[in-house]
């Protein structure tokens, strides 16, 4: 999520809007206001004590968050007209936190999901925390105040459509876009390039796949790990994975070491942190195959990164995933969670070289398709649409 609003913030001013992302204080140090680029500016709301809290918890503080907006869509502003035209809110909590201003300051709201609640008695991965109580109704409240609901999927769209009625007939499709120029084939990297980033000092010298993401059950790391252990000894590559955990699941990480050491995997896994967005790209470049064993994605990002950087995906066949990766051309999409089966698609890359480099090559091709820039053209037309239909 914060990739795609970076993207679309950045490409937006740069096509001359105004544009401000208003976020949570969560440390004493930010500045009230931090511009990023010319007219794109990022502020930072009171809103609970200023530090870290678990995600599970951060509904407490939507009612401090929406006051603070409130006072701040007047600040500066020129009477009778409120500082925006437009409020474009990112994940539920967001969306209850703007409905006092986009009502009481007669705005549109233009609202993205990014994930979306399990429903009620659905079966929760090992260690997944019950969802919030409070996100079913705060979803449907966000469907309800949306004058245009932006799904990053057509698998998303049918979700919420679904789900929230409401949505039904004001959904746009826009698939995010990737960075070329940063997620780029190991071949583009220029003279020089090797050993010149912090992460290089914490690859394998040798063949790795790579797995990033949040450390926790959704992403379904255990099974990267248990489909590491079944590939025959021979030719087992090292898996790298790349993430931390959020403060909800702490004990994560350690689960998951404990995993690597019954299955006697202690050098053929290595977990290297969270990484900043260019050691990720050489990361991803440098694997043989990028794994993405989450249980569910809205779409899968990090699965059009790997292709941009001409490397082969291996995912889970769910959801999103389905959009991300095209099964047979830019990666392998597994229908099941054997780990087996994952050994299995593993070790046809591994054994076949060539057929890694056509997928990649393929995803390479697909990605230079799916631009920030094109993606930007369609929220552009989504935001002219509404603007003009709302003030008509």
Sequence with gaps: MN?????????????????????????????????IAPRLRLRYLPAGEPRRYPKGELNAFVSEFSRAMRELARRDGVAPRCRWDLVHAHHWMSALAAEETVIGERLPLVFSYHSIAAPCGATLADG??????????GEERAAQLAHRVVAVSQYEAATVAERYAACST????????????????LAEDPPGVVGA????????????????????????????????????????PILVISG??????????SALREGVARLGLHDDVRFIGACARGCLARTLRRS???????????????????????????????????????????????????????????????????????????GRRRALTLSWQRAVDGLEKVYDEVVEEFYA
């Design 3 to 35: 990739v795609v609003i970076a993207h679309h913030a950045q490409e937006l001013a740069a096509r001359g809007h105004e544009v401000e992302i208003l976020t949570r204080r969560a440390d004493t140090s930010s500045p009230e206001v931090e511009n």
């Design 128 to 137: 997944e925390p019950a969802e919030n109580p409070a996100r079913l109704a």
């Design 170 to 185: 004001h959904t746009t499709v826009l698939l995010p876009g990737v960075d070329c120029d940063m997620f780029h084939p």
């Design 197 to 236: 980033l912090p992460v290089d000092e914490l690859l394998p010298e040798g063949p790795y796949l790579a797995v990033a993401a949040r450390l926790q059950p959704l992403k379904g790391i255990d099974l990267a790990i248990e489909a590491l252990a079944r590939v025959a000894p021979e030719h087992r």
């Design 244 to 253: 931390t955990a959020a403060e909800d699941y702490s004990g994560y990480e």
């Design 288 to 362: 043989l195959a990028v794994l993405v064993p989450s249980h569910t994605e809205t779409f899968g990002l990090i699965a059009l990164e790997a292709a941009a950087s001409g490397v082969p995906v291996i995912a889970s066949e769910v959801s999103g995933l389905r959009e991300a990766v095209v099964h047979g051309k830019t990666g392998l999409l597994v229908p099941n969670r054997d780990p087996a089966s994952w050994a299995a698609a593993i070790e046809s890359l591994v054994n076949d070289p060539d057929y890694a480099a056509r997928l990649g090559a393929a």
